[in-house]
């Protein structure tokens, strides 16, 4: 059986460090976080800044992700038909909802988002491109838990942590928000996940009808919902651009 090359397995645990937590870390946290010894963790730290996949800030000193794994995570992005086919689409109901608009599909147990389109105000907002967001509590994984019986599977299994007094972790309560959101076409997330933010997700189908992703709405309570509960004009935004999405992938009238 061929063996992993370490020298490798190291150099992807330190990515996966810096992609995780506080952003920057100096060469003393990241050695110790990982076990090695400065002068190894340094030696691989210095080679994927040579290949642009860590920078180094020249004031703290301390490493950060680099350009060209955005490089490289874009070009994947951009062959991913799901997120071609919802560019134009996303954009308009970021414009006409007035919030940031997210992209997700199922990876590891989690939501992965695959596009962004900040909310359109001049606010300072950080792109969430390769964020992950769990399947319980966001609106994203639960209309992908809802429609897609992989992600169930992976829900049932995954660990349900309560992130706010609102988040419902208990298996049976959220069969039941699934048997709703199966039932209306989408999904809410009113402070479940992060306190002070709502959001609403529905699913996108392919021309087979499997659900492959889901589009959602994010933004401050107060504007996402109105007397407690989701604006009716954000719903139908939401869903006619989840049907459109779904038509230019080929799946028919819903």
Not at 27 to 41: H, M
Not at 89 to 116: F, I, K, M, N, P
């Amino acid at each position: 059986m061929a063996k992993n090359i370490q020298s490798l397995e190291r150099a992807a645990a330190m990515l996966r460090l810096l992609a995780g937590g506080e952003r920057r870390l100096g060469l003393s946290d990241i050695a110790s976080a990982l076990g090695l010894a400065k002068a190894t963790a340094h030696g691989i730290l210095r080679t994927l800044q040579h290949e642009g996949f860590v920078e180094q800030d020249p004031d703290s000193g301390r490493y950060q992700l680099g350009a060209e794994l955005l490089r490289l995570g874009t070009t994947y992005l951009d062959v991913h038909e799901l997120r071609a086919r919802a560019l134009v689409w996303t954009d308009d109901l970021a414009r006409s909802g007035g919030e940031a608009v997210y992209l997700g599909v199922l990876h590891l147990q989690g939501v992965l988002v695959v596009h962004h389109v900040f909310r359109p105000d001049d606010s300072r907002q950080v792109l969430e491109v390769g964020a992950m967001q769990p399947l319980h509590s966001t609106a994203l994984g639960k209309v992908l838990s809802a429609f897609d019986p992989v992600a169930h599977a992976e829900l049932v299994d995954a660990k349900r942590e309560p992130f706010t007094a609102r988040t419902v972790t208990d298996l049976d309560a959220i069969e039941r928000d699934l048997d709703l959101i199966r039932a209306q076409g989408y999904a809410t997330d009113a402070e479940e996940t992060w306190e002070g933010v709502a959001a609403l997700a529905a699913p996108i189908f392919d021309r087979h009808r499997m659900s492959v992703g889901a589009v959602g709405i994010t933004g401050a309570v107060e504007r996402v919902c109105r007397d407690g509960e989701p604006r009716p004009e954000l719903i139908a935004a939401l869903r006619d651009t989840a049907r459109s999405v779904s038509r230019d992938l080929g799946a028919k009238p819903f």
